[in-house]
């Protein structure tokens, strides 16, 4: 499986259907169709696209957007958010972070305090980190299978949480914040910080 594939697969799911529930069955069901190296290459795929998302700058952004709610797991299943967005938009919020502005479903949680957002609404898709891994073992029979395969192949453990390699930086520092993310900051006034 080429990158290419690896996209449309993520923006095909999207299209037969908008729950993350229901897209992370449909993939984990067309993967299980697929040859082992099919499946280990996706997640491989999905691991190198994540890393370079894995950022405090993206960390930053997805903290101003979750008003300061953005936990290590929070950004680890942001960062599957930004993969769903598709390949396009997640060219664009790669390369600027602040251009999350112009994502519709960051547009619709502006104004709107995290308490009356739905689960649905919430910027995360924690499924998506799961699917290879539920494919393979369908096709194997046996968990932790698609690890072991990865390893065999030379490709580094996934882990379970961020780890930015640039400048950490404080994320309560307002200036900074609004610096980094002049549209983001308009949309999202700093709350709980």
């Known amino acids: 499986m080429d990158l290419d594939t690896f996209w449309h697969l993520i923006e095909e799911s999207a299209a037969v259907t908008v729950d993350q529930d229901e897209r992370s069955a449909w993939l984990t069901d067309r993967l299980a169709r697929m040859p082992e190296p099919e499946i280990e290459d996706f997640q491989i795929h999905?691991?190198?696209?994540?890393?370079?998302?894995?950022?405090?700058?993206?960390?930053?952004?997805?903290?101003?957007?979750?008003?300061?709610?953005?936990?290590d797991d929070g950004f680890w299943y942001f960062q599957?958010?930004?993969?769903?967005?598709?390949?396009?938009?997640?060219?664009?919020?790669?390369a600027d972070p602040d251009a999350l502005a112009e994502v519709a479903p960051v547009r619709q949680l502006a104004g709107?305090?995290?308490?009356?957002?739905?689960?649905?609404?919430?910027?995360?898709?924690?499924?998506?980190?799961?699917?290879?891994?539920?494919?393979?073992?369908?096709?194997?029979g046996r968990e932790d299978a698609l690890d072991d395969a990865l390893e065999s192949r030379g490709h580094h453990l996934r882990q379970s949480s961020p780890d930015p390699q640039d400048e950490q930086w404080n994320f309560r520092d307002q200036d900074e914040m609004a610096r980094r993310y002049p549209r983001l900051s308009r949309m999202f006034l700093a709350s709980g910080h």
């Open 80 to 94: 599957c958010w930004l993969v769903g967005l598709g390949r396009a938009q997640f060219e664009r919020v790669a």
């Open 112 to 140: 709107r305090r995290p308490s009356d957002w739905s689960d649905d609404d919430w910027p995360n898709w924690e499924l998506l980190d799961v699917v290879a891994d539920e494919a393979y073992e369908r096709v194997t």
């Open 46 to 71: 999905l691991d190198v696209v994540r890393q370079r998302v894995d950022t405090w700058h993206m960390w930053g952004a997805a903290d101003r957007i979750r008003h300061g709610l953005c936990s």
